[in-house]
C-alpha cells in the first residue's frame, strides 16, 4: 500500500458527493502564502478531530513575544495526530530558501492526502496518524516566496531571488554553529556531545524565521524531521559542516549508520532520486553527467560544506535526527510539472514519516513515578560483530512523563539509563525494523530506576538486566 491509496473518491449512486475546498484543490499550479494557509485552515476544519493549526512565535532581544516575519507573515503549522505521552513527533518544514517551493506544494498536498484518507478509512493514513504526531510546516520563508514572486523584480521565478528571507539572510546559515563546538569537544575527548543549546527561552537576536523554529525544536520532543529543498536530487545528511582539519572530507556523525538508513527511506522512495542514471545537469554542463550520489544520498560535508544549518542544528540541541531533502533539479519548476514531482516522491514521504518508529521507545521512571522531561538520559553502545562495545557518542533524554524515543538501525545494542540519586540500569536489545514499512514498530524498553532501595544514591555501580547474560562481560 502507498501514498496514492489516501486520494478515494466518494461515490453515490454514480455521482460524486458534493465536494469541500480540498476536492477541487489545483494541484498544477503555484499556491501564494494567502492560499496555503487556506488549504491548512481547509484541512483542520474538514479533519478537525485528528488535526491542528497553530503558528510559531519567539522572545526578541527586547523580551517581547513575536510570531512575524520581517514582511508581517506567519508560520503555520498543521498538526495531525494527539498530543499524547509517549507518541513520537515528526516534522516536514519546506520552503526554507524561498525560492525552492517544491517542498512547499508537496507538504500542502500531503496534508490533504492525509485528512481524506483518514475520513475515508485508509490503513495506510490511520497508521500514519494514530502511531505519530505528524507536523506540516509548508513554509518557513514566505518572505523569500514572496521576492521570488515579486512581478516588478528582475529574475522573478528564475531560481535568484527569494533565496533569502526579506532581510537578505539565508535561513540556512543563520543557526548557532554547534558543529564547530562539537569538533572542539572531540579534540579535547569531553562531552558533552549532544544538547549543546538548550535555553528556548533565550531572547534571540537572530532572524525571526530562525528564532521561531529553534524555539519550536527546543520546546518539543522531536524525534524526526525532514527539510525540503530543491535544486538536486539527493537525501543529504550529517554532518553538513567540514571539519576544519578536513575540508570537504566526510564528517560522520556518532549515528552515521542510522544517518544513512534513514536518508534511503526517502531516497529508496523516489526511483528518480535513487537511481543513478537520473542525475541533475552539471552546474554550467550539459545532461547526462555521471550521477554523484549513489544511491541518491550524500554525508552534507563530502558534498559542500554548510556552517550554521538547521539540519545539524536539530541533531546538536536536541533529540530530533533530520535530513536535508533536494526534491529535483529546478528549484522552481513550472506549476504544470508538480503533478509529476508528487509521484516521484509521495511513496518516499511515506517511508520517511514511517521511520519515526525505528529503534526503541520506552518509559523511565524513578522510585515508581515518571522522571521529568530532560531528567534522564539513554546511553547506547553498538555491539560489534567481534563482540566489541562500541559507544554511541550522541545521547537522548527523557521527553514529557519520562517517555523517550531512540531512533536505531538493525544489529544488537546495550542501553542504560541514567538518572541523578539513581544507579544506571542497562539492557540489551536486538532490533530489526524490518522491511515492511507498515509494521516497522519501535522496541518497548523500560526503566524502572531506584526501584531497589540499596541502589540508590551516586555512585552506585550499574544495575544490568539479564538481558545482557552472554553479551557484556564482568567490568564491561
Same mark, same amino acid.
Given at each position: 500500500?502507498?501514498?496514492?491509496?489516501?486520494?478515494?473518491?466518494?461515490?453515490?449512486?454514480?455521482?460524486?458527493?458534493?465536494?469541500?475546498?480540498?476536492?477541487?484543490?489545483?494541484?498544477?499550479?503555484?499556491?501564494?502564502?494567502?492560499?496555503?494557509?487556506?488549504?491548512?485552515?481547509?484541512?483542520?476544519?474538514?479533519?478537525?478531530?485528528?488535526?491542528?493549526?497553530?503558528?510559531?512565535?519567539? /522572545?526578541?532581544?527586547?523580551?517581547?513575544?513575536?510570531?512575524?516575519?520581517?514582511?508581517?507573515?506567519?508560520?503555520?503549522?498543521?498538526?495531525?495526530?494527539?498530543?499524547?505521552?509517549?507518541?513520537?513527533?515528526?516534522?516536514?518544514?519546506?520552503?526554507?530558501? !524561498?525560492?525552492?517551493?517544491?517542498?512547499?506544494?508537496?507538504?500542502?498536498?500531503?496534508?490533504?492526502?492525509?485528512?481524506?484518507?483518514?475520513?475515508?478509512?485508509?490503513?495506510?493514513?490511520?497508521?500514519?496518524?494514530?502511531?505519530?504526531?505528524?507536523?506540516?510546516?509548508?513554509?518557513?520563508?514566505?518572505?523569500?516566496?514572496?521576492?521570488?514572486? @515579486?512581478?516588478?523584480?528582475?529574475?522573478?521565478?528564475?531560481?535568484?531571488?527569494?533565496?533569502?528571507?526579506?532581510?537578505?539572510? @539565508?535561513?540556512? /546559515?543563520? =543557526?548557532?554553529?554547534?558543529?564547530?563546538?562539537?569538533?572542539?569537544?572531540?579534540?579535547?575527548?569531553?562531552?558533552?556531545?549532544?544538547?549543546?543549546? #538548550?535555553?528556548?527561552?533565550?531572547?534571540?537576536?537572530?532572524?525571526?524565521?530562525?528564532?521561531?523554529?529553534?524555539?519550536?525544536?527546543?520546546?518539543?520532543?522531536?524525534?524526526?524531521?525532514?527539510?525540503?529543498?530543491?535544486?538536486?536530487?539527493?537525501?543529504?545528511?550529517?554532518? @553538513?559542516?567540514?571539519?576544519?582539519? #578536513?575540508?570537504?572530507?566526510?564528517?560522520?556523525?556518532?549515528?552515521?549508520?542510522?544517518?544513512?538508513?534513514?536518508?534511503?527511506?526517502?531516497?529508496?522512495?523516489?526511483?528518480?532520486?535513487?537511481?543513478?542514471?537520473?542525475?541533475?545537469?552539471?552546474?554550467?554542463?550539459?545532461?547526462?553527467?555521471?550521477?554523484?550520489?549513489?544511491?541518491?544520498?550524500?554525508?552534507?560535508?563530502?558534498?559542500?560544506?554548510?556552517?550554521? !544549518?538547521?539540519?545539524? =542544528?536539530?541533531?546538536?540541541?536536541?533529540?530530533?535526527?533530520?535530513?536535508?531533502?533536494?526534491?529535483?533539479?529546478?528549484?522552481?519548476?513550472?506549476?504544470?510539472?508538480?503533478?509529476?514531482?508528487?509521484?516521484?516522491?509521495?511513496?518516499?514521504?511515506?517511508?520517511?514519516?514511517?521511520?519515526?518508529?525505528?529503534?526503541?521507545?520506552?518509559?523511565?521512571?524513578?522510585?515508581?513515578?515518571?522522571?521529568?522531561?530532560?531528567?534522564?538520559?539513554?546511553?547506547?553502545?553498538?555491539?560489534?560483530?567481534?563482540?566489541?562495545?562500541?559507544?554511541?557518542?550522541?545521547?537522548?533524554?527523557?521527553?514529557?512523563?519520562?517517555?523517550?524515543?531512540?531512533?536505531?538501525?538493525?544489529?544488537?545494542?546495550?542501553?542504560?539509563?541514567?538518572?541523578?540519586?539513581?544507579?544506571?540500569?542497562?539492557?540489551?536489545?536486538?532490533?530489526?525494523?524490518?522491511?515492511?514499512?507498515?509494521?516497522?514498530?519501535?522496541?518497548?524498553?523500560?526503566?524502572?530506576?531506584?526501584?531497589?532501595?540499596?541502589?540508590?544514591? #551516586?555512585?552506585?555501580?550499574?544495575?544490568?538486566?539479564?538481558?545482557?547474560?552472554?553479551?557484556?562481560?564482568?567490568?564491561?
Amino acid at each position: 500500500m502507498n501514498l496514492s491509496d489516501f486520494s478515494i473518491i466518494i461515490l453515490s449512486f454514480g455521482c460524486v458527493v458534493l465536494a469541500t475546498d480540498i476536492d477541487k484543490i489545483e494541484w498544477g499550479k503555484h499556491h501564494d502564502n494567502k492560499e496555503v494557509f487556506e488549504i491548512l485552515e481547509a484541512v483542520n476544519k474538514r479533519c478537525p478531530d485528528i488535526t491542528s493549526l497553530y503558528h510559531l512565535k519567539y /522572545r526578541d532581544t527586547s523580551g517581547n513575544e513575536r510570531d512575524e516575519t520581517p514582511r508581517g507573515n506567519k508560520l503555520h503549522v498543521l498538526a495531525f495526530g494527539t498530543s499524547e505521552p509517549g507518541r513520537p513527533e515528526f516534522k516536514w518544514v519546506g520552503n526554507m530558501h !524561498g525560492n525552492e517551493v517544491v517542498g512547499r506544494e508537496l507538504i500542502l498536498r500531503l496534508a490533504v492526502d492525509l485528512c481524506l484518507g483518514h475520513r475515508n478509512g485508509n490503513p495506510l493514513a490511520a497508521s500514519l496518524v494514530g502511531r505519530a504526531r505528524l507536523h506540516l510546516m509548508p513554509s518557513m520563508n514566505p518572505d523569500g516566496w514572496e521576492i521570488a514572486n @515579486d512581478p516588478s523584480a528582475p529574475g522573478r521565478r528564475t531560481e535568484v531571488k527569494g533565496r533569502q528571507n526579506a532581510n537578505n539572510v @539565508d535561513l540556512n /546559515r543563520d =543557526f548557532p554553529d554547534l558543529d564547530r563546538r562539537i569538533y572542539e569537544l572531540e579534540r579535547a575527548g569531553t562531552g558533552p556531545f549532544d544538547h549543546l543549546f #538548550s535555553n528556548h527561552t533565550e531572547r534571540c537576536g537572530r532572524q525571526p524565521e530562525t528564532c521561531m523554529v529553534m524555539k519550536w525544536i527546543l520546546t518539543n520532543n522531536f524525534v524526526l524531521s525532514a527539510n525540503l529543498h530543491g535544486g538536486d536530487k539527493v537525501a543529504n545528511y550529517p554532518y @553538513d559542516e567540514s571539519r576544519p582539519d #578536513s575540508p570537504n572530507a566526510y564528517s560522520a556523525s556518532p549515528d552515521d549508520r542510522l544517518f544513512r538508513q534513514l536518508a534511503l527511506a526517502y531516497s529508496s522512495g523516489n526511483p528518480a532520486m535513487y537511481d543513478r542514471r537520473y542525475a541533475c545537469p552539471a552546474e554550467g554542463g550539459a545532461d547526462g553527467r555521471p550521477n554523484p550520489f549513489r544511491r541518491g544520498v550524500t554525508n552534507g560535508a563530502k558534498w559542500y560544506s554548510v556552517a550554521s !544549518g538547521m539540519q545539524d =542544528f536539530n541533531y546538536l540541541a536536541s533529540n530530533c535526527y533530520e535530513i536535508t531533502v533536494e526534491l529535483g533539479c529546478k528549484k522552481y519548476p513550472p506549476g504544470n510539472e508538480l503533478p509529476r514531482y508528487w509521484e516521484e516522491n509521495r511513496q518516499a514521504l511515506v517511508n520517511y514519516m514511517s521511520a519515526v518508529h525505528f529503534g526503541i521507545k520506552g518509559q523511565v521512571t524513578k522510585a515508581g513515578s515518571p522522571v521529568a522531561k530532560g531528567a534522564a538520559v539513554i546511553t547506547v553502545d553498538r555491539i560489534d560483530t567481534d563482540g566489541s562495545v562500541l559507544p554511541i557518542l550522541h545521547n537522548v533524554n527523557t521527553g514529557a512523563h519520562g517517555y523517550y524515543h531512540r531512533l536505531l538501525t538493525d544489529g544488537p545494542f546495550v542501553v542504560t539509563a541514567n538518572a541523578p540519586g539513581c544507579a544506571p540500569v542497562t539492557k540489551c536489545v536486538m532490533i530489526d525494523n524490518g522491511v515492511n514499512l507498515e509494521r516497522w514498530s519501535a522496541r518497548q524498553v523500560d526503566f524502572h530506576l531506584c526501584a531497589d532501595a540499596a541502589a540508590t544514591g #551516586s555512585g552506585k555501580p550499574r544495575q544490568i538486566d539479564s538481558s545482557c547474560e552472554g553479551v557484556l562481560v564482568d567490568g564491561e
